[in-house]
C-alpha cells in the first residue's frame, strides 16, 4: 500500500474522530479525550509507518505489531483499523454492547487488527517488550510500537519494562507517549508529576525524541528517526491535546471518559464534518 499525503491522513483522522464520536455517543460510553488526541498519530502509523500489515492474515508473523498501551483509547484506534481494512466500520455500530464483540478496552480475540488485549495501565508496554525480545531472539525484523499515556507513566510497571528494554537494548521497539498534559480526573503535574520524561527515559537507556503530535511531518520523521536509532529502545513524546478536534473537549479533563449528551454531541459532529467536508474540498495535490 502507497503512503499516504498530509492532507489524506487528516482525512483518516478527521474521520476517525467522527467514527469515534459516534461510537461512543451511540452506547453512551468511552473515551474521547485520549482518542482524540493520538488520533493523528494512529493514522500515521496504520497508514505510511507499519510494514507488512495483512488484513486477510491478522497474525502473520514478519508484521509490524502495535500494542495499545492506553488500552481505554479504542474510540481512536477501532476507527483507524477500520478505515485501514481489518473490518467494515458498520461494526463499530456495536461498541460496548453487551452482545456484541467490539469491547470498550482493547480486544485482541474478537477485534481484527488488535495485536494485545489492554486496558490495566502499565500492562501493554510490558508485552511491548516481550513481542520486541521475541523478535531479536528469533531474528525477525519486525518493529513493535506501543502508546502510552502520559497518566500511565505513574504505573511502576511501566519503568521496569523500560530497564528490561534497555538493557536488552530493543532497537526494533518504539514507545510514544502521548503527552497531552491530563490523565482522569486532572492534570498529569498534579495527580503524580512524571516530568521531566525525556531526562528520565534518558536515564533508562532510552534514544527520546520530542515532537508535536499532531503534526504529521513531525510524526513521521520522528518513525523514520527511531528506526535508524541502533542498540537501544525509542521513546516519541508527543505533545498533544487532549479532545484534539472538538473545541469544547479541548484541555478539558471532564472528557476523559465521558460521552457527549444529545446537544453536545450535534455540536461536535457539525464542529468535525465541517473540518472533514472541507478536507475533501480541497485539492489535495
Ligand atoms: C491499572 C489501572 N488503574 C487505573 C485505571 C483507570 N484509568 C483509566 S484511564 C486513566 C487515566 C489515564 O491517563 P493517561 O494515561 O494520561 O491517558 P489519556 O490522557 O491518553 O487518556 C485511569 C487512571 C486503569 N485503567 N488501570
Ligand atoms: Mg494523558
Redesign the pocket.
Known sequence: MNPLNKHDLEIVATKGRLLGLDMVFGCASG?L???Y??MDILATLYFNVMRNLNTEDTTANNRDRFVMS????TPGLYPVLAQRGFFLEDALETFRHVDGHMSG?AEMCHVSGVDMST?????GFSVAVGMAMAGKMSNEDYRVYAL????????GQIWEACMSASKYKLDNLCAIV?V??????GK?SD?MPTEPLDKKFEAFGFHVLKIDGHNYDEIEAAFEKAKENKNAPTVILAN?V?GKGVSFMEHN?GW??KPPNEEQYKQAREEILAKLTALEGQNNG
Open positions: 473515551h479525550g485520549g482518542s488526541s493520538s492506553k488500552g481505554h483509547c478496552h486496558g490495566s495501565l502499565g500492562q502510552l499515556g502520559d497518566g500511565e507513566l505513574a504505573e502521548d497531552n498534559g491530563l490523565q482522569i480526573d498529569t495527580v498533544t487532549k479533563p476523559h471518559g
